[in-house]
């Protein structure tokens, strides 16, 4: 549906209200996520649903109109959505990151506007990676060419732009013999602008994270966001973006132990020297689910406890209270994708074959979680965390720690 024919999105106001608004939405997307999965079947309905909802204008600030939740409850509201669908899970995930950007780079004029673009529903994408380059160089660029800026390149990994109604991308610019990194917000209908579902990755199957094409797309200045001035100074831009991605893997976990829960009551049957008529009364089985139990319980924990971190930063963001954050989002993320993927794998070692068949569609927990703990290696998290515990050594501040 186009921007304009969508309803006008209610304005969620308390940290309350988000968490009972995604429970709500969780509901109703749950039981076509398997099917969405099977057939490639995009989620534009579930993300108009979602936009009208409110809950894309949760972290605008007060002073701009939106009820500028904690991390905690954005954390949790991401789990809550992920936990029925991994994939509409992961699709805000760069929307939010966009707004965080603009919260600490954006003028006050591109605050009002696109703060209030994110509480009218209005969707915000992703084009900031790109292929082709072993060194994670950018090649897409600002450029000046009869009186106009032109924006020219390529990305891939694009979670949500397809469904996007903005397209948030990184861009360098030639500026007095230096060159700079600008987030540009981009019209998702602007002419030259080409989106194309090309992502073909096992799981996380509809989060449209194919390719975005920039082909001499005119640009206006009010477009223009500063970028790497965002973490020159110490903010709460990295620790925020990587919460987001370890409450996602939290929620794919407690999908699927909440599918195994259920599997091992209702369908399970039990090994035949275990001498028991019901498989949930294996000593050993259950031995297996009390440690899921635990380890999801603990991952849910460290994520909680990062959020606290990160508000505390984002009300005094000095270089040691973000490192804080840094390294809190980091061992929440070691926890989250570890217990993610161990929930995933245990539904079928304790389902046993039946648990395979299709039509439950269960693989997909383990695909998704397996394809969206690919983000950002956790080897370099331990070597973070070692080196904060070890030196008081801060972690490099990005995106991606």
Same mark, same amino acid.
């Given at each position: 549906?186009?921007?304009?024919?969508?309803?006008?999105?209610?304005? #969620?106001?308390? $940290?309350?209200?988000?968490?009972?608004?995604?429970? *709500?939405?969780?509901?109703?997307?749950?039981?076509?996520?398997?099917?969405?999965?099977?057939?490639?079947?995009?989620?534009?309905?579930?993300?108009?649903?979602?936009?009208?909802?409110?809950?894309?204008?949760?972290?605008?600030?007060?002073?701009?109109?939106?009820?500028?939740?904690?991390?905690?409850?954005?954390?949790?509201?991401?789990?809550?959505?992920?936990?029925?669908?991994?994939? #509409?899970?992961?699709?805000?995930?760069?929307?939010?990151?966009?707004?965080?950007?603009?919260?600490?780079?954006?003028?006050? *004029?591109?605050?009002?506007?696109?703060?209030? %673009?994110? %509480?009218?529903?209005?969707?915000?994408?992703?084009?900031?990676?790109?292929?082709?380059?072993?060194?994670?160089?950018?090649?897409?660029?600002?450029?000046?060419?009869?009186?106009?800026?032109?924006?020219?390149?390529?990305?891939?990994?694009?979670?949500?732009?397809?469904?996007?109604?903005?397209?948030?991308?990184?861009?360098?610019?030639?500026?007095?013999?230096?060159?700079?990194?600008? %987030?540009?917000?981009?019209?998702?209908?602007?002419?030259?602008?080409? +989106?194309?579902? $090309?992502?073909?990755?096992?799981?996380?199957?509809?989060?449209?994270?194919?390719?975005?094409?920039?082909? $001499?797309?005119?640009?206006?200045? @009010?477009? #223009?966001?500063?970028?790497?001035?965002?973490?020159? =100074?110490?903010?709460? +831009?990295?620790?925020?973006?990587? #919460?987001?991605?370890?409450?996602?893997?939290?929620?794919?976990?407690?999908?699927?132990?909440?599918?195994? %829960?259920?599997?091992?009551?209702?369908?399970?049957?039990?090994?035949?020297?275990?001498?028991?008529?019901?498989?949930?009364?294996?000593?050993?089985?259950?031995? @297996?689910?009390?440690?899921?139990?635990?380890?999801?319980?603990?991952?849910?924990?460290?994520?909680?406890?990062?959020?606290?971190?990160?508000?505390?930063?984002?009300?005094?963001?000095?270089?040691?209270?973000? =490192?804080?954050?840094?390294?809190?989002?980091?061992?929440?993320?070691?926890?989250? @994708?570890? =217990?993610?993927?161990?929930?995933?794998?245990?539904?079928?070692?304790?389902?046993?074959?039946?648990?395979?068949?299709?039509?439950?569609?269960?693989?997909?927990?383990?695909?998704?979680?397996?394809?969206?703990?690919?983000? @950002?290696?956790?080897?370099?998290?331990?070597?973070?965390?070692?080196?904060?515990?070890?030196?008081?050594?801060?972690?490099?501040?990005?995106?991606?720690?």
């Amino acid at each position: 549906m186009s921007p304009s024919m969508r309803p006008t999105a209610h304005v #969620i106001a308390s $940290d309350a209200e988000a968490i009972s608004v995604a429970h *709500a939405l969780a509901e109703e997307f749950a039981p076509g996520a398997a099917g969405r999965d099977r057939e490639r079947r995009p989620p534009v309905e579930e993300l108009d649903r979602w936009s009208a909802s409110g809950l894309g204008g949760i972290t605008v600030p007060r002073a701009f109109g939106g009820a500028d939740v904690s991390a905690v409850t954005l954390a949790e509201v991401i789990a809550i959505v992920s936990a029925a669908d991994g994939s #509409i899970g992961q699709i805000p995930q760069n929307h939010f990151y966009a707004l965080e950007v603009l919260r600490f780079g954006g003028s006050e *004029a591109q605050r009002a506007w696109l703060f209030g %673009l994110a %509480l009218q529903g209005r969707r915000f994408g992703n084009a900031l990676a790109e292929v082709g380059a072993r060194d994670f160089s950018r090649r897409t660029r600002l450029v000046e060419e009869g009186g106009r800026v032109l924006l020219k390149g390529a990305k891939f990994y694009c979670t949500g732009a397809i469904y996007a109604d903005w397209i948030p991308t990184h861009a360098l610019v030639r500026e007095d013999d230096q060159t700079d990194t600008r %987030l540009v917000f981009v019209p998702r209908d602007a002419p030259g602008v080409s +989106v194309v579902d $090309d992502w073909d990755g096992f799981g996380q199957r509809v989060t449209g994270s194919g390719s975005v094409r920039f082909d $001499d797309v005119v640009v206006e200045p @009010d477009w #223009i966001v500063p970028f790497n001035s965002v973490f020159d =100074a110490p903010t709460t +831009v990295g620790p925020l973006a990587q #919460i987001m991605h370890a409450a996602i893997d939290l929620g794919i976990g407690r999908a699927a132990y909440a599918d195994t %829960l259920r599997f091992v009551r209702e369908r399970a049957r039990p090994w035949i020297d275990a001498a028991i008529e019901r498989a949930s009364d294996d000593p050993l089985t259950i031995r @297996d689910v009390g440690e899921t139990a635990v380890r999801l319980r603990a991952a849910e924990a460290l994520l909680h406890r990062a959020g606290r971190a990160i508000d505390g930063a984002r009300a005094s963001p000095d270089d040691e209270n973000v =490192a804080t954050a840094s390294i809190a989002v980091a061992k929440a993320r070691i926890l989250s @994708d570890r =217990a993610g993927l161990r929930a995933a794998t245990k539904l079928f070692e304790l389902g046993g074959a039946s648990a395979t068949l299709a039509v439950d569609g269960f693989d997909r927990h383990w695909r998704n979680v397996r394809t969206h703990t690919t983000h @950002d290696p956790l080897r370099w998290k331990y070597q973070a965390i070692g080196r904060h515990a070890l030196s008081g050594e801060r972690p490099p501040r990005h995106g991606a720690i």
